[in-house]
């Protein structure tokens, strides 16, 4: 894959992951809003625990795709620097095909293991 196709892939990929991000925000927003109704509500609702165990997971989610942004935004800033695609432990160039199949990569397979 030519430079240029690589770049677009990981912009691409962080576009992605910025609008899970925002999915996964609404829908903590959503949920939390429906939590809040429940607790002004006296009664026992058997709903609650069920609700509990979907906002752990969507917090769990939501945390990891943070995450995956935080990962996207630092190989965007080092693509901007004309750094993207060196790998940050030998300083030699990634093969695409790595930087294929994880654009985010910041080392090549050798150094990271
Ligand atoms: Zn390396």
Redesign the pocket.
């Known amino acids: 894959m030519a430079p240029e196709q690589l770049h677009a892939l990981l912009r691409r990929h962080q576009e992605r992951i910025d609008a899970r991000v925002s999915e996964l925000t609404a829908e903590m927003d959503a949920l939390t809003r429906t939590r809040r109704g429940e607790f002004d509500d006296d009664e026992h609702d058997p709903e609650g625990a069920t609700l509990s165990s979907q906002w752990s997971m969507l917090a769990g989610l939501l945390e990891s795709a943070r995450e995956d942004a935080r990962q996207a935004d630092a190989a965007v800033r080092r693509l901007d620097a004309g750094e993207y695609g060196i ?1 940050a ?2 300083h ?1 160039a990634i093969p695409p095909a790595q930087l294929e199949a994880r654009p985010v990569r910041q ?2 397979v ?2 990271s293991r």
Request: glycine share 0%.
């Open positions: 790998c432990a030998c030699r080392r090549c050798a150094c």
